[in-house]
């Protein structure tokens, strides 16, 4: 899977997992992202997506849902 955002260009990260003794591990961070239908407000012709899109341009309402 991606895990990157079609809308955004959300991807994964690098942090740092800190242990009680302040030991630092790398570890990734995956953005919330789901795989749905959907359209881009924005367009001119009204295409229908299939892609991942993160959770937070669900309720920025960057797109519209596609049943």
Do not use: D
């Not at 239908?37 to 849902?65: D, G, M, S």
């Amino acid at each position: 899977m991606a895990r990157i955002c079609f809308v955004c260009g959300k991807r994964p990260q690098v942090a740092n997992l800190v242990s009680h003794a302040k030991n630092r591990v790398k570890r990734w961070v995956y953005p919330n992202v789901h795989k749905m239908r959907f359209t881009l407000p924005n367009e001119v012709k009204v295409r229908v997506h299939n892609a991942y899109v993160c959770t937070k341009c669900v309720k920025a309402q960057k797109i519209q849902k596609v049943f």
